[in-house]
């Protein structure tokens, strides 16, 4: 995979969530606005590692290639739970992070009957609460008020302990409208 520096900068690293790819979806988005996206996808020999050798992967990676004040990573869903697994390893990451409608622990729905607990499901919010997680200087949440997998009490609640800002989209659950990101990478 090529992380190095481009003529336009260095690329965005991006993580896709479960099962994403980083030619399509958001991935592909952004590849037509014109930027360069690399990163991890969630699916092959990625997914295949267990999580602590993919969590290590994205340190690693974020470590030795996009460690500067104009890095940009976009993570999504699970990709979003990776990566915040990843920065618990690091010292407090300052490029840009922006965070879709990401995961921060376990979540279920009653209403469909389907549960999910990733590994470590406790750590990222145990961290925060014992002021142990080092918290990015530069990251921003977005999660729809109707998403029961990024939960909004559990995404607003970490992301508060780390003193960093959510933003709650009215209406709309874990796929945040097109619209909504476009403004959101516009301004990234």
């Not at 360069?36 to 602590?52: A, I, P, Q, S, Y």
């Not at 469909?112 to 080092?134: D, H, M, S």
């Not at 909004?152 to 009215?170: D, H, I, Y």
């Amino acid at each position: 995979m090529d992380f190095s520096t481009h003529a336009n900068g260095i690329p965005i690293y991006y993580l896709p969530g479960h099962g994403g790819r980083l030619t399509s979806g958001l991935g592909q988005a952004l590849v037509d606005l014109g930027y360069e996206v690399v990163g991890r996808e969630t699916v092959g020999d990625f997914k295949k590692l267990d999580f602590n050798d993919q969590v290590t992967t994205i340190a690693n990676d974020i470590k030795q290639h996009f460690w500067r004040e104009d890095g940009k990573i976009i993570a999504n869903s699970f990709g979003a739970y990776l990566l915040l697994h990843a920065l618990s390893k690091l010292t407090p990451y300052m490029g840009k992070i922006l965070l879709l409608s990401p995961i921060v622990g376990e979540f279920s729905s009653e209403e469909i009957r389907v549960g999910f607990i990733p590994p470590y499901a406790k750590r990222l919010a145990e961290l925060a609460n014992a002021n142990q997680y080092p918290a990015p200087m530069n990251c921003s949440f977005h999660i729809g008020s109707e998403d029961w997998q990024s939960n909004p009490e559990n995404v607003t609640a970490f992301a508060r302990a780390l003193g960093m800002p959510v933003t709650v989209v009215p209406g709309v659950g874990h796929q945040l409208p097109k619209d909504y990101v476009s403004s959101l990478i516009d301004n990234f």
